[in-house]
């Protein structure tokens, strides 16, 4: 078995990928690709690792993950997906970096599925969006404090796909900018699932759709049903064209409500955030899903 884990950093997906591939449970399952919905192993998964603490998992902890999720025989590739499961968003920014346990949280997943190969799916996105989503959560009190004492242009991705090829050299890491997702939304979709010439998704749109005005969601519609099936570059030319030309107002705005951040500080992260994809794609073992 394949065992998949989308990472879902805060501020990214929001639960919209996982909610898409459930719409297309059956057919995925036909596939032997399983979908399980998250309230099924998001807690079981959190506890065990708690549980573990570091230490090896026994055949039991897997049989009982598998008993969880499946409603009947080990498929060929099983799909779970979490915004927690790098770590807690309070302590997401413990120490002035992006998920220091990352490299310990990974390996702690993989161990889950000892006899199985294991990959890892992750957005990375611009590090003031990631804050100002995680100063939004309930927990903010103890982002906000980590913030305190952190250098806004220390916050980089590049040192957490590190930690996970350090934790896990031999998985699958597969990564894109959140920012391009609008573009690259079938793509990801079809990597995850580990099938890439897959048919369409119910709802695959429904992500890039919610960007648009209703103008701009009736022009894609029409020009995504003019464009021949299956025809990547026809599909980013007509999503680039109707998000330039459709957006909703401030969907496509760099979120930023970080105190003591600056318009020159935030432009310098842009800076260093938008030349950290090329490091990441030096990294052993990582793949790069770009536009």
């Given at each position: 078995?394949?065992?998949?884990?989308?990472?879902?950093a805060?501020?990214?997906?929001?639960?919209?990928?996982?909610?898409?591939?459930?719409?297309?449970?059956?057919?995925?399952?036909?596939?032997g690709?399983?979908?399980?919905?998250?309230?099924?192993?998001?807690?079981?998964?959190?506890?065990?690792?708690?549980?573990l603490?570091?230490?090896?998992?026994g055949?039991?902890?897997?049989?009982?993950?598998?008993?969880?999720?499946?409603?009947?025989?080990?498929p060929?590739?099983?799909?779970?997906?979490?915004d927690?499961?790098?770590?807690?968003?309070?302590?997401?920014?413990?120490?002035?970096?992006?998920?220091?346990?990352?490299?310990?949280?990974?390996?702690?997943?993989?161990?889950?599925?000892?006899?199985?190969a294991?990959?890892?799916?992750?957005?990375?996105?611009?590090?003031?969006?990631?804050?100002?989503?995680?100063?939004?959560?309930?927990?903010?009190?103890?982002?906000?404090?980590?913030?305190?004492?952190?250098d806004p242009?220390?916050?980089?991705?590049?040192p957490?796909?590190?930690a996970?090829?350090?934790?896990?050299?031999?998985?699958?890491?597969?990564?894109w900018?959140?920012?391009?997702?609008?573009?690259?939304?079938p793509?990801?979709?079809?990597t995850?699932?580990?099938?890439?010439?897959?048919?369409?998704?119910?709802g695959?749109?429904?992500?890039?759709?919610?960007?648009?005005?209703?103008?701009?969601?009736?022009?894609?519609?029409?020009?995504?049903?003019?464009?021949?099936?299956?025809?990547?570059?026809?599909?980013r030319?007509?999503?680039?064209?109707?998000?330039?030309?459709?957006?909703?107002?401030?969907a496509?705005?760099?979120?930023?409500?970080?105190?003591?951040?600056?318009?020159?500080?935030?432009?310098?992260?842009?800076?260093?955030?938008?030349?950290?994809?090329?490091?990441?794609?030096?990294?052993?073992?990582?793949?790069?899903?770009?536009?």
């Open positions: 078995m394949q065992a998949v884990f989308h990472l879902g805060h501020g990214t997906d929001d639960g919209r990928l996982v909610r898409c591939l459930l719409r297309s449970r059956g057919l995925l399952e036909a596939e690709v399983a979908v399980p919905t998250p309230l099924r192993y998001r807690k079981l998964i959190r506890e065990t690792l708690m549980r603490r570091g230490g090896e998992p055949e039991e902890d897997r049989a009982a993950i598998l008993d969880a999720v499946l409603d009947g025989d080990l060929a590739r099983l799909v779970l997906s979490g927690g499961f790098l770590g807690l968003a309070a302590r997401a920014l413990d120490g002035g970096r992006i998920y220091p346990a990352a490299r310990r949280r990974a390996a702690g997943l993989a161990n889950l599925f000892p006899e199985d294991c990959e890892f799916h992750i957005a990375i996105v611009h590090p003031a969006a990631f804050a100002t989503a995680l100063l939004a959560r309930p927990d903010a009190a103890e982002v906000a404090a980590a913030l305190a004492g952190a242009l220390g916050l980089r991705w590049t957490v796909i590190a996970l090829c350090d934790g896990v050299p031999d998985a699958r890491i597969v990564v900018c959140h920012e391009d997702a609008p573009l690259i939304w793509e990801v979709l079809r995850l699932i580990g099938r890439p010439a897959f048919g369409p998704l119910e695959e749109e429904a992500f890039v759709q919610g960007l648009l005005s209703p103008e701009g969601q009736a022009e894609l519609a029409r020009r995504l049903a003019a464009a021949p099936p299956g025809d990547i570059g026809a599909r030319a007509a999503v680039a064209d109707c998000l330039s030309l459709h957006p909703l107002p401030g496509l705005d760099l979120p930023c409500t970080v105190p003591g951040w600056t318009a020159d500080t935030i432009a310098r992260m842009t800076e260093i955030y938008e030349a950290e994809l090329a490091d990441v794609a030096t990294l052993p073992g990582v793949e790069v899903i770009v536009p």
